[in-house]
């Protein structure tokens, strides 16, 4: 599937296996499975996701960025913790409240939770480190 400027999904060719697999408006590959396909509706059309067990999804390429605080945010702001992640795979809950107890650094050399506190909050588990940006770099020193 191709996911459109719009937010929309474009079939590219039907899978057989139950997961699903969209290239980004950017160009950003990432594959879901069914429990993920429920999130990514939800997400989409701004309503309650309708996950009803683990879920699990990877975009093995990385991503372009995203706010790590709020889900609908589309570019870096000073105040929406914007985060380019390198190859990860996410998980899904049914019920984000039990992801309140992990940390939301990215930075922090291994799983973190993405939009803590939303509907949306899911766990990132990189697979290599998460490069700091710059203005990180420069300010630990």
Request: hydrophobic share 40%.
């Amino acid at each position: 599937m191709e996911m459109t400027a719009d937010n929309q999904m474009k079939p590219l060719r039907d899978g057989t296996n139950g997961w699903l697999c969209v290239v980004e408006a950017d160009g950003t590959p990432m594959c879901l499975d069914k429990e993920w396909q429920a999130w990514a509706d939800g997400w989409m059309n701004k309503k309650d996701p309708q996950v009803k067990g683990i879920g699990l999804a990877y975009m093995l390429k990385g991503d372009k960025g995203a706010s790590n605080t709020d889900p609908y945010a589309t570019k870096a702001a000073a105040d929406n913790h914007w985060v380019v992640s390198g190859p990860h795979v996410m998980v899904v809950l049914p019920d984000p409240s039990q992801l309140d107890a992990l940390p939301t650094d990215p930075w922090n050399g291994g799983p973190w939770v993405m939009w803590k506190g939303t509907k949306y909050a899911h766990i990132m588990m990189p697979t290599v480190p998460t490069p700091k940006p710059a203005a990180a770099k420069a300010s630990a020193k």
